[in-house]
T-cell receptor
Framework: GAVVSQHPSRVICKSGTSVKIECRSL??????MFWYRQFPKQSLMLMAT?????????EQGVEKDKFLINHASLTLSTLTVTSAHPEDSSFYIC????????????????FGPGTRLTVL | GEDVEQSLFLSVREGDSSVINCTYT??????LYWYKQEPGAGLQLLTY?????DMKQDQRLTVLLNKKDKHLSLRIADTQTGDSAIYFC???????????FGSGTRLSIRP
């Protein structure tokens, strides 16, 4: 239990375009989803926390108009990087937590495999 | 605010035990976690411990928690090449569902 998937795993785009990354919980209902950004050889930086059906809570310094987060259902959250620029290139990782995780631990974050974004 | 610290690198010989240490500042943490990240991949939850426990063992993994000193360690017995990865210590924010991560310890195995 507690599998989280992300799509795409890798994306290369031109500067100025928008990119959408999907995060899905495959076998549990994710009441809360988290989006992180990870720079090379560094730890994870929490960007925002989203609860199903409500607006995301962004961490200080993260532009909410730049990184649009939608958590429309208990199994899907999306992160859209709008008008991407080379400095947005990074590894983006989502995680999900929920109750009644079969074979897992409730309220613990389970991570997706990450999406490598490269903006040319 | 809360802080979690780890050493950045650890090198051990194959077959030896690895001990990765972590310190944290939030005395009201409820859960403490160890995650493993292999190159180009997401984080895999390895193990966790409740803050009211001192020790937890799971096959080759042993977690020790010294709540007084706010010190957490992960011991990997009989370290194998497949254990090469970055190991993140994390604590769950007592007031919310946020997890605070350490900087990660890169474990390398030498023959």
């Amino acid at each position: 239990g507690a599998v989280v998937s992300q799509h795409p795993s890798r994306v290369i785009c031109k500067s100025g375009t928008s990119v959408k990354i999907e995060c899905r919980s495959l076998d549990f209902q994710a009441t809360t989803m988290f989006w992180y950004r990870q720079f090379p050889k560094q730890s994870l930086m929490l960007m925002a926390t989203s609860n199903e059906g409500s607006k995301a809570t962004y961490e200080q310094g993260v532009e909410k108009d730049k990184f649009l987060i939608n958590h429309a259902s208990l199994t899907l959250s999306t992160l859209t990087v709008t008008s991407a620029h080379p400095e947005d290139s990074s590894f983006y990782i989502c995680s999900a937590s929920g109750t009644l995780v079969r074979g897992g631990v409730s309220d613990t974050q389970y991570f997706g495999p990450g999406t490598r974004l490269t903006v040319l | 605010g809360e802080d979690v610290e780890q050493s950045l690198f650890l090198s051990v010989r194959e077959g030896d035990s690895s001990v990765i240490n972590c310190t944290y500042t939030d005395s009201s943490s409820t859960y403490l976690y160890w995650y493993k990240q292999e190159p180009g991949a997401g984080l895999q939850l390895l193990t966790y411990i409740f803050s009211n426990m001192d020790m937890k063992q799971d096959q080759r993994l042993t977690v020790l928690l010294n709540k007084k000193d706010k010190h957490l360690s992960l011991r990997i017995a009989d370290t194998q090449t497949g254990d090469s990865a970055i190991y993140f210590c994390a604590e769950r924010d007592s007031s919310a569902s946020k997890i605070i991560f350490g900087s990660g310890t890169r474990l390398s195995i030498r023959p």
